[in-house]
C-alpha cells in the first residue's frame, strides 16, 4: 500500500519537493540573510532535480512581479484611503519588500516547482 504522502499545502508553505514532499528545496532557512537564495540541486530524499533545464527558474520571476504588484496595489490603496503622504508611504513600504524578499524569491520558485514539475504520483485525496 502506498504512504500517504503529506498535504499539498503544507508542503508548499514548508517548501517541500513537489514529487516526495519530504525533501527540503532550500537548504536553510528564509531568516538566513546570504542563505536565503541557495537551493539544493537536487531533493536529499527522492533525488529530483529541482532546475530542470539551464534558466528553469527564470519563470519564477513572473509570479514574484505578481506578488510584488499584488502588494503594490494594497499599498497603493491603503494610501489613497488612508490619505498618506509620500514620506509615510516610502517609510512603510520599503521595510515591508525588502522583509517580504526572501519569501517572494522562495515561494515563487516552490509555486513554480508545484505547477511544473513532472512525476507526481501520490495516491492523496486531498491533492
Not at 101 to 118: E, G, Q, V
Amino acid at each position: 500500500m502506498p504512504q500517504k504522502a503529506p498535504l499539498l499545502l503544507s508542503s508548499i508553505v514548508t517548501c517541500k519537493c513537489p514529487r516526495c514532499r519530504k525533501g527540503r528545496v532550500f537548504p536553510y532557512s528564509a531568516f538566513n540573510l546570504f542563505g536565503f537564495s541557495k537551493t539544493n540541486d537536487n531533493c536529499p530524499n527522492c533525488g529530483l532535480k529541482f532546475e530542470h533545464e539551464t534558466g528553469f527558474f527564470w519563470g519564477a520571476m513572473y509570479i514574484s512581479y505578481a506578488f510584488s504588484t499584488f502588494i503594490m496595489i494594497v499599498f497603493g490603496v491603503l494610501a489613497i484611503n488612508l490619505d498618506w503622504s509620500f514620506a509615510k508611504i516610502a517609510t512603510v513600504l520599503i521595510p515591508t519588500i525588502l522583509l517580504i524578499t526572501p519569501f517572494s524569491y522562495r515561494y515563487s520558485r516552490i509555486l513554480l516547482l508545484y505547477l511544473i514539475s513532472p512525476n507526481r504520483h501520490f495516491d492523496n485525496k486531498y491533492l
